[in-house]
C-alpha cells in the first residue's frame, strides 16, 4: 500500500505482478529459483526480503522515506484497532462498543496533540496507510453489522478511504449474513455532515 501511495502522487511508477508459487512462470524460476514474493525490481535490480526492500524504498525512492517511520506510541494504537472491532462484533454489548470509541478517541485525541496532518507529520506514512482502511472496515462494517458508528467527535478520523462497502460486508471473516445477489459497488466516501457543521463554526 505504501508503493500505491507513492504510485498515486506520481513520485515512482508502480507495475505489480502476481506469482503463483505452486506453478510459478519459467522466468521467474529462472532468476529468482524459490525465493518467496514479495520482490522488488528497480531499475533491473532486483531486491529480495522485507527488510531490504523496505531499506531500498526509503534510501532510494523519491518520498520513501517518509512512509517507514518509527513511533511505538502511533504503532500500538494502530495495532490494536482490529481486535476491539473484533469484540464488538462477537459480543455485540455496550461495553465493547464503548472500549472501541474509547480507543477511536485516543487516536483522535493524539492527532489533536500533535497538531499534524497526519499520525506522525504533515506528510503521510506507513501508520496512515495502515489507519486509513481499517477506519473504513469500523465505519461500514460497524454499521452493518451491529449498528456502531465512529463519534462525530473524532472528526480526525472521518476521512475517506478507498474500500467498497460490499468488499468490507462480505468478507467471510466477517461475514453474518448471506448475501445471494450480486451488487453494484458503493463507497463511503462521504464526511458526516455535523463535522463538517463543527468545522465550519470553529
Known amino acids: 500500500m505504501d508503493l500505491y501511495l507513492l504510485a498515486e502522487l506520481k513520485t515512482i511508477s508502480l507495475k505489480v505482478t502476481t506469482v ?15 525465493t518467496h514474493p514479495p520482490i522488488l525490481i528497480d531499475n533491473g535490480l532486483a531486491i529480495l526480503e522485507n527488510e531490504k526492500i523496505e531499506r531500498h524504498i526509503m534510501k532510494s525512492v523519491p518520498g520513501g522515506h517518509n512512509l517507514f517511520v518509527q513511533d511505538k506510541e502511533v ?8 481486535s476491539k472491532l473484533k469484540l464488538v462484533l462477537v459480543r455485540k454489548d455496550e461495553q465493547k462498543s464503548a472500549a472501541l470509541r474509547a480507543h477511536l478517541g485516543r487516536i483522535d485525541a493524539l492527532l489533536e496533540r500533535r497538531a499534524t496532518r497526519f499520525l506522525t507529520g504533515d506528510t503521510m506514512c506507513c501508520f496512515d496507510c495502515e489507519l486509513m482502511p481499517r477506519l473504513q472496515h469500523i465505519r461500514v462494517a460497524g454499521k452493518y453489522f451491529v449498528d456502531f458508528e465512529i463519534p462525530l467527535s473524532t472528526k480526525g478520523l472521518l476521512m475517506s478511504p478507498k474500500p467498497t462497502r460490499q468488499r468490507i460486508e462480505d ?19 462521504s464526511i458526516p455532515i455535523d463535522v463538517n457543521d463543527l468545522s465550519a463554526t470553529e
Open 20 to 34: 503463483d508459487m505452486q506453478k510459478p512462470p519459467p522466468d521467474f524460476r529462472t532468476n529468482f529459483e524459490a
Open 75 to 82: 504503532a500500538s494504537l494502530i495495532e490494536n484497532l482490529y
Open 171 to 189: 468478507d467471510p471473516a466477517l461475514k453474518m449474513k448471506k448475501h445471494e445477489e450480486l451488487e453494484t459497488p458503493t463507497f463511503t466516501t
